[in-house]
């Protein structure tokens, strides 16, 4: 049994849903669970994290309140906890707020991280993560004083294991000499977070130009998916490079992801092929994106996407 701190991250205050399959990583062989939150301001924060088998909420503050986000001193916020609560293995969302604050705290420890990964054993110290674009799953085995993992977002199922978890409020002074943090700025709302959702639905070449697109986020707002994109249509300049899923773009792994005119070269599908189910939506019987999903419509998809989003609001009662 191992005590595991487990960095959880929010969005507009809210718990992301993608923590809990990181905590339920972490639960096995009845570790201890330690949840380091910075910036919950959610109601039920605790109560959600507890559902999950946490024992632990330690929320970690400065002497002058809550620390605002600053990868620097979040950073060493989070060090300054593990040591403080003799925690020597750190879980986090291989997501962009991971994929700042794990790097540095590793550094900082001089300890091994692996990021990405879909199955870890914090006892063995090894995990899995999909390497050359997901044709092999490599085991790493890390040694160390301490160990980082970033787990790859909705690779690992979450399991309730509902347990009555210690709140503890943990003041530590962190500061930063290099580095300040003038603004933040939020982008142009893009709905749900690509890499996290549980519902992706993407456009490929077949989209056609940028005004097409609102056919499938409609599609994607009726439903509260995310909006993908194939690098066909990025190369275009339809859509934005944060919407390609691929290897050279965002990898996903949803429960349903609906490829609407996306052949299903091997690049895209190295960033969507972990997707529980996957729906493609062709013109072309002998594409190749066919051969690799789970259900298939061979039809125009400027026919199916208006009639999935129109039907979907019938059931919804949203019409
Ligand atoms: C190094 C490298 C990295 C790459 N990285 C990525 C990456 O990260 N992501 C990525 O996506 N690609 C990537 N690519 C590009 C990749 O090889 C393909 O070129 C690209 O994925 C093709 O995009 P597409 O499927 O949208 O277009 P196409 O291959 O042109 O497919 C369009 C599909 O739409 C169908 N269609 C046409 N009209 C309709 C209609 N009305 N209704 C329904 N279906 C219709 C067609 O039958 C066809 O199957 C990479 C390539 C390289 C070399």
Redesign the pocket.
Known sequence: MEKIGILIETNNGEIKAANFGVITAARKNGNELYAFVLDCTGNDCEKQLQEYGIKAVITITSPRGAIKWHPVLWAGAIESAMKHFGINTLFGLTSAKGKDLLPRIAADLDAPLVMDCIKVNPAEHTAEKPQFSGKTIATIKVKGSHYLFGIRPNAIEAVPAPCKAETIVFQTEVASKRMTVETLRQGPSRGVELSEAAIVIS??????NTENFNLLKQCAETMGAAVG???????AGWVPHTM??????TTVSPKVYI??????????F??MKTSDFIIA????P????ITKCDYYVI??????VPLLTSRLKDALGRS
């Not at 390609?244 to 773009?249: E, I, R």
């Not at 939506?281 to 072309?284: F, I, L, Q």
């Open positions: 456009g490929g070449r077949a989209m056609a994109a194939s690098r066909a249509v990025v190369d390609q899923v691929g290897q050279t773009g490829a609407c005119g996306i052949s299903g070269s091997v690049q895209h190295a960033g939506v062709n013109t072309d002998e594409a190749s994106i039809a125009d998809l400027f026919k199916i």
